[in-house]
């Protein structure tokens, strides 16, 4: 299975973004599917996910900014990334799995300055 990421790219702050995340195989029967990021000298965390019921949950730091969503038919997951902060500037990577192991894409940059 191959995930391929794209979308990043440089926004002032406020700006916003929308990333996405192509998958090889149908999303039928995933289990869930999500984004994480990676700053420079921090650990990995996760962002948003997207559980097989539709169920969405986002960290603390992106409620009420980020909006995660998927298209079946295109089986293309999307993170709709509004008000953009310098501290979310960060690799994103997103994930998907089925019933095993994740699979992850390759990873996208997005960058917040002014």
């Known amino acids: 299975v191959q995930l391929q990421a794209s979308g990043g790219g440089m926004v002032q702050p406020g700006g916003s973004l929308r990333l996405s995340c192509a998958a090889s195989?149908?999303?039928?029967?995933?289990?869930?599917m999500g984004w994480y990021r990676q700053a420079p000298g921090k650990q990995r965390e996760s962002v948003a996910s997207?559980?097989?019921?539709?169920?969405?949950n986002y960290a603390d730091s992106v409620k009420g900014r980020f909006t995660i969503s998927r298209d079946n038919a295109k089986n293309t997951v999307y993170l709709q990334m509004n008000n953009l902060k310098p501290d979310d500037t960060a690799v994103y990577y997103c994930?998907?799995?089925?019933?095993?192991?994740?699979?992850w894409g390759q990873g996208t940059q997005v960058t917040v300055s002014s």
């Open positions: 195989r149908s999303f039928f029967n995933f289990d869930a």
């Open positions: 997207i559980s097989t019921g539709g169920r969405a």
């Open positions: 994930y998907a799995q089925w019933s095993g192991p994740a699979y």
